[in-house]
């Protein structure tokens, strides 16, 4: 796109893969029955491309093709596991644990929670994101009913250790919510070795479209029960009434189909370009890596420009470069971010962060043009001082 500045923020979305575009468009057009009329050949023709979608969506995460609901996206799927859950074992228990640095859709749904009379327990996190697994054993009592913790974090990109985490949960019992919006598709996530019981994602950030999401819903060991959000129909097992969406359904399918063949050389490649990205920059006086870089999405970085006009560098550099400042769901806000305040960093040096995420498309080039009109903009910086 001439004239359009290098996109890399790709963790708030992705661009269509062009063969998911191809796959969808005969679901608008020629294929536009509705999954649910059972009684005639358009209907079975989009429920038959319904169940390759979900059983490509499955594979990817290492599910039964059963396990999956879908939903219009990754905030739909984190409400109806948290609120689903809250209601469903309201008479086991009233107390959720999860993270000061959580997606704004999970915290937003336990301060919800909280007000209907719910305990929430949030857990605090060290200088890299990292919460205390001993910590987390501690705050689990006999009225806990859920452990609510991400995959991978969407500023920063940490990977959280996640079978550490399930174990803990599945020693006490308690079942394991897992928001893997950023995760999946980018690293391998497996439910079952993972040890999750309830998992949130979604197309658009795997280069499928946008309004459509799943939450993978475990069927045993244990069995999850659910009270659902909408009512109506009974689609998906009863969870998730309304009618389906049929072509995102299958872009998703298809999104999915291409990240389990492309996921693994994708990464290695997105993990080069990334630290050529950033490895120069952090040998300038005031540039950090807000993270561990031991347990990092391989396309991700998050740096705080701790210098005179730090703050700025995101006004100088946007018409070149499309980043953020952390979640695209809060960007629309002066606020720093809770994230990296929670991993103890003061407003100035969050507000003086950036987040580069690259992705399938990007190239070479792009990222060398990148670096260096950080590095120009750096030297503004500088000379205005």
Not at 192 to 216: C, Q, S
Not at 254 to 261: E, M, Q, Y
């Amino acid at each position: 796109m001439t004239g359009y500045p290098i996109y890399l923020d790709h963790s708030a979305t992705t661009p269509c893969d062009p063969a998911v575009v191809e796959e969808m468009l005969p679901y608008f057009t020629t294929h536009f029955g509705n999954a649910a009329s059972r009684s005639h050949a358009y209907g079975w023709m989009a429920e038959e491309a319904v169940d390759q979608a979900r059983e490509r969506v499955a594979a990817l995460i290492g599910a039964e093709p059963s396990e999956i609901i879908f939903t219009s996206g990754a905030t739909e799927s984190v409400n109806l596991a948290m609120q689903g859950v809250a209601e469903a074992y309201s008479g086991k228990g009233d107390h959720i644990i999860s993270c000061a640095t959580e997606h704004k859709a999970v915290l937003d749904v336990c301060d919800r929670l909280e007000r209907k009379g719910c305990r929430v327990t949030r857990l605090p996190v060290d200088a890299m994101g990292h919460v205390d697994l001993g910590a987390l054993g501690e705050a689990i009592d006999d009225r806990t009913i859920l452990v609510v913790l991400m995959y991978a974090n969407n500023e920063t990109g940490l990977l959280s250790p996640v079978r550490g985490i399930s174990a803990i949960a599945r020693k006490h019992g308690v079942p394991f919510f897992c928001d893997a919006t950023q995760a999946v598709g980018k690293v391998p996530v497996d439910v079952e070795a993972d040890g999750i019981d309830l998992m949130a994602f979604t197309a658009h950030k795997l280069y499928g479209p946008k309004g459509v999401g799943a939450l993978y819903v475990r069927r045993r060991n244990p069995r999850m029960r659910l009270v659902p959000l909408l009512y109506g129909g009974g689609h998906e097992r009863g969870l998730r009434s309304g009618t389906l969406n049929v072509p995102g359904i299958v872009g998703f399918g298809k999104a999915c189909a291409i990240c389990s063949d492309a996921m693994d050389a994708e990464s290695a490649r997105l993990k080069g370009l990334r630290d050529g990205l950033i490895t120069p920059l952090l040998r300038i006086p005031g540039v950090r890596l807000n993270g561990d870089p031991g347990a990092m999405l391989p396309q991700v970085a998050n740096l705080s420009f701790a210098m005179p006009g730090g703050d700025g560098l995101m006004r100088i550099i946007s018409r070149e470069l499309a980043v953020s400042s952390g979640s695209a769901c809060t960007s629309a806000t002066l606020s720093p971010s809770h994230v990296l305040k929670a991993m103890g960093l003061s407003d100035a040096d969050a507000l003086a962060s950036v987040r580069f995420s690259l992705g399938r498309f990007t190239t070479e080039e792009e990222v060398q043009r990148a670096h260096h009109c950080v590095e120009k903009a750096l030297q503004r910086l500088r000379d205005e001082v």
